[in-house]
């Protein structure tokens, strides 16, 4: 009896890291000699050790961050990590759209390339941001959104270029709802709903930005990481703290869960891939939603009317997606 629990627990273990801890890894040796990237939330976490990476093969690393202290240090240790002093410093806070429009100015201002955008940065948080929206929904995509869109003029003429943003698994959970997406939500069960929610926007922003960018040579790519002890794991109740406590012997370590994002930033040969969703090295298929081109050009459509970017009127555009 006792042998059959144990050989149960070892083969629940075994399973569990196997989904969760078990990874492929990049092993192209680009080199990014004279390319630019810029990773936002760069700080921490995977988007740290994406930074490290691509220091190392010679990239001209930005990091886009909203703490100048955090982002300072974070400077300091990626330099020394990857011997490359190319490694700089700018504050963004994708909770403030006039923060996202400011990054732009004085980057397009200071930055003659942009080869590789990296739209890393995420919360899982409820409330509402400065602009009345949804925080997840605004971190996770509706800045990236806009930053994305301004800085196209940037990434075409140093194409190939490429943007990679980091999606997750949990946008199987998500669903695009119009009337609600936008709308902030309280509480830790809504915060995690409204997140999935905007993994799934990602995905979808991915899949119309190739559309858009078709014969361009910028590419794009949505990436699943994995699950990976990250501080987006931390700062929350007692019994999610628990939990995560439980699994984390089974979860990546940033650097583990960079190689995807590294992958679609650096292998040759990938283009023809561009719009899809990328697991461990690899395309997958998303979740149904995430495959709807109809929603994808609707969504698109939807983020130019919140931001204003569009000079149609805002309520019959409300009706048609309605
Ligand atoms: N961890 C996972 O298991 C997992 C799984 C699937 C997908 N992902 C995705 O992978 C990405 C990176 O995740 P992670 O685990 O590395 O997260 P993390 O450790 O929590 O780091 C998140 C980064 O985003 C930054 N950030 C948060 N709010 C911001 C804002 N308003 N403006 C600018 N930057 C902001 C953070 O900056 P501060 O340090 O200032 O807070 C930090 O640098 C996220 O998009 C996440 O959704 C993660
Ligand atoms: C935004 O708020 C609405 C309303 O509470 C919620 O249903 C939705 O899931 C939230 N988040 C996102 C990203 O949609
Ligand atoms: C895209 O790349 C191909 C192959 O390198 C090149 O022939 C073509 O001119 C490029 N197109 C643009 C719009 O840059």
Redesign the pocket.
């Known amino acids: 009896m006792e042998a059959l629990g144990t050989a149960l627990l070892l083969g629940l273990y075994a399973l569990l890291y196997y989904y969760l801890g078990v990874a492929t890894r990049c092993r192209n040796a680009v080199s990014l000699r004279g390319k630019t990237v810029l990773i936002?939330?760069?700080?921490?976490?995977?988007?740290?050790a994406t930074a490290v990476d691509l220091a190392r093969r010679g990239a001209r690393v930005i990091l886009?961050?909203?703490?100048k202290a955090?982002?300072e240090s974070a400077v300091y240790d990626i330099r020394r990590e990857s011997g490359n002093s190319e490694v700089i410093l700018m504050i963004?806070?994708?909770?403030?759209l006039n923060?996202v429009r400011a990054f732009v100015q004085s980057f397009l201002k200071s930055e003659p390339r942009l080869d590789i955008l990296i739209?890393?940065?995420?919360?899982?948080k409820g409330g509402q941001t400065i602009d009345d929206f949804n925080q997840s929904f605004q971190?996770?995509h509706l800045?990236h959104f806009l930053l994305t869109h301004l800085l196209l003029d940037r990434l075409k003429p140093c194409a190939p270029s490429r943007v990679v943003i980091?999606?997750?698994?949990?946008h199987f959970f998500g669903k695009i709802d119009f009337r609600t997406i936008y709308k902030p939500v309280e509480g830790m069960w809504q915060a995690v709903r409204s997140?999935s929610n905007s993994?799934l926007a990602?995905i979808v922003h991915v899949r119309e930005l190739a559309n858009r960018l078709e014969r361009t040579n910028v590419t794009c790519y949505a990436v699943?990481?994995?699950?990976?002890?990250?501080?987006?794991?931390?700062s929350h109740p007692r019994w999610v703290a628990w939990l995560l406590r439980t699994i984390k012997p089974f979860?990546?370590d940033?650097k583990t869960?960079a190689q995807t994002i590294i992958y679609c930033a650096t292998e040759e040969g990938i283009e023809r891939l561009s719009g899809r969703y990328f697991v461990d090295c690899q395309p997958k298929v998303p979740s149904p939603p995430a495959c709807d081109d109809l929603m994808a050009e609707k969504l698109w459509e939807f983020n130019e009317m919140l931001l204003g970017l569009t000079t149609s009127d805002r309520k019959g555009q409300m009706r048609r997606l309605g």
């Open positions: 936002t939330g760069g700080n921490t976490g995977i988007g740290k886009a961050c909203r703490n955090r982002g963004l806070d994708l909770g403030n923060s739209n890393n940065a995420g919360v899982v971190v996770n800045a980091a999606a997750s698994n949990m997140y993994k990602n699943h990481p994995g699950f990976v002890q990250a501080k987006i794991t931390h979860l990546r940033g869960g």
